[in-house]
């Protein structure tokens, strides 16, 4: 049975010159970097020279770029490593739809005493620099808002967001999660005007288990894993240096193709909206302006994960939400207001550059299937 991998912002599969990269490393660079012998000295050499080519994708001085385990751990050190640094202030802003590895977080930080505020996203998806340059005040700890949703594709203007954050209180840190957004978009890190930002590896087709963070140069952050003194005392723990350079190759190869890919995905959702325009009980929920690799669309009628399973049958991977939410109901949808029968039937399609036409024509075919079959 022909398949259809549509699940891309839960998990991509790795490239084979990604994995080659890495096998080749592992069994020929497998030193530790902290020893101080030949072996090493070379692992050292190459965790460098991953570094420097990861930073260059990353527009960032590549003493800025710290490796981590991933999307989650980045985010959970952003936010505890913020609420240390900042623990005078007791509010702390973000968005009502971010990830679960923030909102989670800052829900242990409520229990510990912080306010959380949250900003609800307009009708067009954003979250309004305005909202939160009222929000901030002189007793904000931090603010965190997400660059692209996960469930949605909406982009935030995380530079306009850091200009209105300076220009209220310039004390007041910014934190992005922008692991939806990398290898998709430009992260002009240097310029974006965030103190930290969260990226991963395995929505660009490296492996899971290696992500990285941003910290702006002269922002030390308290670190979140300690013991060793890696990476400048920041993230201790001995490098991966294989999977180090597996995320720096996937990096180089997302934005050698930057334009090219988002073309190429921009056909395949454009052609999946022209293809469901005239269905019948399908809404999309995604705004316009979307970053096209994620398409939300709801089957009134048809619960999320019934439509799920039926399309899984006929080979189609999708989901119905935030992989992390483990198919609980999406507090993303909630919180644009949608109606509970729009949440129950929302499947969240999403793209990769690996994705073909015919891969839109077997997800469609399988919709309009499960309408017949499963609205009787």
Do not use: W
């Not at 020279?49 to 991933?70: N, Q, T």
Request: glycine letters at 8%; one cysteine or more; hydrophobic letters at 40%.
């Amino acid at each position: 049975m022909r398949e259809a991998y549509l699940d891309n912002s839960a998990t991509t599969a790795v490239l084979p010159e990604v994995a080659k990269e890495i096998y080749d490393s592992m069994i020929t660079v497998y030193g530790n970097p902290s020893s101080l012998h030949k072996k090493g000295l070379e692992a050292e050499l190459e965790l460098s020279e991953a570094r420097k080519k990861l930073a260059v994708c990353m527009d960032a001085p590549e003493e800025c770029v710290y490796f981590s385990s991933g999307g989650s751990e980045g985010n959970n050190a952003a936010i505890y490593g913020l609420a240390e640094k900042r623990r005078r202030f007791k509010k702390i802003i973000t968005s009502a739809y971010e990830h679960p590895s923030v909102m989670q977080a800052l829900k242990r930080l409520e229990k510990q005493g912080f306010e959380i505020m949250e900003i609800a996203p307009g009708a067009d998806g954003r979250i309004s620099p305005t909202e939160v340059g009222r929000a901030v005040d002189r007793e904000t700890a931090f603010v965190s808002i997400m660059m692209v949703n996960n469930e949605l594709g909406t982009i935030n203007d995380i530079a306009a967001i850091a200009r209105v954050i300076k220009r209220k209180n310039p004390d007041v840190p910014l934190h992005t999660d922008a692991v939806q957004a990398f290898g998709k978009l430009k992260l002009n890190c240097s310029k974006l005007g965030a103190q930290v930002i969260t990226v991963s590896g395995h929505k660009i087709h490296a492996p899971k288990g290696i992500g990285a963070m941003y910290i702006e140069k002269n922002f030390r952050l308290p670190p979140f894993v300690v013991g060793g003194g890696q990476q400048t005392g920041q993230r201790g723990g001995t490098e991966p240096v294989a999977m180090a350079k597996g995320l720096a190759r996937a990096a180089e190869i997302a934005y050698g193709k930057l334009s090219e890919n988002r073309a190429k995905v921009a056909e395949l959702r454009n052609r999946l909206l022209d293809m469901l325009k005239d269905e019948p009980e399908v809404t999309v929920n995604s705004p316009d302006e979307a970053l096209e690799y994620v398409v939300n669309i709801s089957v009134t009628g048809i619960r999320s994960e019934i439509m799920l399973h039926h399309l899984e049958s006929r080979g189609v991977y999708v989901s119905s939400g935030s992989a992390c939410s483990k198919g609980a109901k999406s507090h993303v949808l909630a919180a644009m207001g949608f109606s509970q029968q729009r949440i129950d039937s929302a499947i969240r399609v999403s793209f990769s550059p690996l994705n073909t036409p015919e891969d839109v024509d077997l997800l469609v075919e399988g919709i309009k299937e499960g309408r017949k079959i499963l609205m009787r």
